[in-house]
């Protein structure tokens, strides 16, 4: 079995106390069920904003520069993501849709190497 990386987007200004209401709550909670019962869900986490984030990039000096924010600049991140267990890509992608309509947001799926 090869494990997929099943992301959600987020727009930067996202708030999940806005964005997120009781029926996306149990949307949610009864696909991570369905993963768990299906034996696919390996892993599974939400991500507080990419504001929230700290860079790091080596330094032709061989120094570690850390800055404040995500390392790239876009009006996107990753909100959240499970890591799955799927036969193949047509199978992770099966769960991917699931998760685009519980999220009711992007979602991308991507095989681990």
């Not at 090869?2 to 106390?17: C, E, M």
């Not at 299906?38 to 330094?59: I, N, T």
Request: some cysteine; charged content about 25%.
């Amino acid at each position: 079995m090869t494990q997929y990386l099943v992301a959600i987007h987020h727009p930067d200004n996202y708030d999940p106390s806005v964005a997120e209401d009781e029926a996306m709550s149990r949307d949610i909670d009864a696909l991570n069920d369905e993963m768990k019962a299906a034996g696919a869900r390996v892993f599974v986490g939400g991500l507080r904003p990419a504001s929230s984030a700290k860079s790091l990039r080596m330094r032709p000096d061989g120094q570690v520069l850390i800055t404040d924010g995500p390392y790239l600049k876009t009006t996107e991140h990753v909100g959240g993501f499970w890591v799955l267990e799927a036969a193949d890509l047509d199978e992770a992608l099966t769960w991917g849709r699931k998760a685009a309509a519980a999220c009711r947001a992007p979602v991308e799926v991507r095989p681990f190497n």
